[in-house]
Structure formats: C-alpha cells, structure tokens
C-alpha cells in the first residue's frame, strides 16, 4: 500500500486539503495519506527542511511527500520529484529540495503540470504522475530529468578552537527553542570539556539535561531533543518570550531579499572550557 504525506502552508479552514486527498485516492484508492503539517510558513524554508527532514526519516522506503509551500511566488511549468534515501520528495523547484536534503540528489526529474493554473489543477497533474510512477516504478516515468534546479541551503553552525555558534532555528508551541547545532557538532567541538551556552544578557546553562524533568521547575535547561538538536528551554515556562529570543525573520528577510540565499537568526554561542 503507498504512502503519500502532506506538508502544506494551505491550513485547514476550508476544503483545499480535502480535495486534494480526493485527487489522489480516485487514482490510487489503496493509497494511505498522511498529514504532517498544514500550518508551515510560506517563507520560512529553514523552518519547512527542519520539519519534513525530522519527519521522513520515519517513513518507509517508497513513501510520497507532496510539499507545497509558497507555490505561486513565481511562475513555473514543472514541479520536481527527487529520490532521496530511497524516498520520493515532490516540490515545487524553489530550493526546498536541497534545504531539506542538504545536498542535490542525484535522481530529480521535472514533471509538467498546467500553466496558470489553480492548485488543484496543479495536484491533480502531481497525482496522475504519482499514478505512473507507482505503475512503471521508475522515476523517469513521471518527467525528464532535471539538470538545473534551484538550489537553498540552511546555514551551518560556525566554529573556532573554544567556541561554536548556532542559529535559532525554530520555537515551538511551548516556546522552546532549538538552535540548528546537533549532538554531532556539540561533540566534535567538545571533545568532552565543561561548556557554557550563553545567550541574551550573558545567560547562561552550563549542563545538559536528558529531558524536562531532568531540571527543577522553572530552571533553564539545555538537551538534545528528538532530531538530535540543542534545545534550550525553561521548565514549565516560556524562554523564548521570557528572553526576547527569536528565530528566523521573515520581515527581515523580505527587507533583505536582495541579499539571495542568506538566511537570517538569531545566534546562540557555546563556549568550551580546557
């Protein structure tokens, strides 16, 4: 039985999602769809890479995931599908492939769809080349290759001898915050020595916890989370708000569009102590 997920910035509050879920199952009646998230920001493609990315790696080999964001910021003829760790990623050609990936893959194809068209048109296209790929299984079935696509990567967390710096990434529903360096940097940066996460107005936390419990109520705290993130957060509080801290800027990234791929955060610096 195929798997399709649904990443969307549609929302919820009207019959789009719906309709969608139609177009494929009157192809693909066994299909099994799954929603992951409706509420994805337009601009905010850091933000969409760290979610389906810490969503996929779920999923089993030759499950489907439609993302649509921010479809019509331009005009286009084509989306892409990408097999990547053995999964199909279908997109529109806006960089949110290799955000996600954090490489090009290697297989990409372009498949048409209808010009100038609404969104329905446009999934009812992606559904029908779904359809040939589930029935040729390959993925040459559902368009020509794609030398040239549009490439966005996230930013990576900077580093000297004592020092790492990472980006607020993401603030969840809690507001807790997640900061894009991962266990692996921590370590490799680390190498075992005392640290300090330090933050606005020379906060700081200077221990790692194994989740929320590991600290007294309304105490700082820092863990690496499910996807292997630092998160810092404030037990049973808000540490986001608390500290004025804030992720990724869409305004500033309007205002500084003309910059291209440059993303813009909010840092936070782990110092290491010999």
């Known amino acids: 039985m195929p798997i399709l997920t649904l990443s969307t910035d549609i929302g919820q ?18 299909i099994n769809i799954v929603d992951i998230t409706h509420y994805l920001s337009q601009t905010n493609y850091p933000l969409a890479a760290y979610t389906c990315n810490n969503a996929y790696k779920y999923y089993p080999d030759g499950t489907y995931h439609l993302i649509l964001v921010n479809v019509f ?7 892409l599908i990408a097999n990547y760790n053995n ?23 372009k498949v048409p769809v209808t010009k100038n068209a609404n969104l329905l048109t446009i999934t009812g296209d992606l559904a029908a080349a779904v359809l040939k790929l589930e029935e040729y299984r390959t993925i040459s079935a559902a368009g020509a290759p794609a030398l040239e696509i549009v490439e966005k990567y996230p930013l990576k967390p900077t580093a000297g001898p004592d020092w790492i710096e990472g980006q607020i990434l993401f603030i969840d529903n809690f507001e807790n915050v997640v900061i894009n360096i991962t266990r692996q940097d921590f370590e490799e940066h680390g190498r075992g020595r005392s640290f300090k996460i330090m ?5 700081t936390i200077e221990k790692l916890s194994q989740n929320y419990a590991g600290v007294p109520e309304h105490e700082k705290m820092a863990w690496f989370n499910s996807a292997g993130y630092l998160e810092i957060a404030l037990r049973n509080g808000n540490i986001a708000g608390l500290f004025g801290l804030q992720g990724y800027s869409e305004q500033m990234q309007k205002v500084n569009a003309a910059a ?3 993303w813009f955060y909010q840092t936070i610096r782990v110092f290491f102590e010999n």
Do not use: W
């Open 199 to 203: 933050f606005k107005r020379n906060e």
């Open 260 to 262: 291209g791929n440059k």
């Open 13 to 30: 509050r009207d019959y789009i999602v719906g309709a969608l879920k139609g177009q494929f199952l009157q192809l693909l009646p066994t």
């Open 73 to 79: 910021e331009s005009a286009f003829d084509h989306f």
């Open 87 to 109: 999964q199909y990623i279908i997109c529109p050609d806006n960089g949110l492939i290799t955000m996600i990936a954090g490489v090009k893959p290697l297989e990409i194809v």
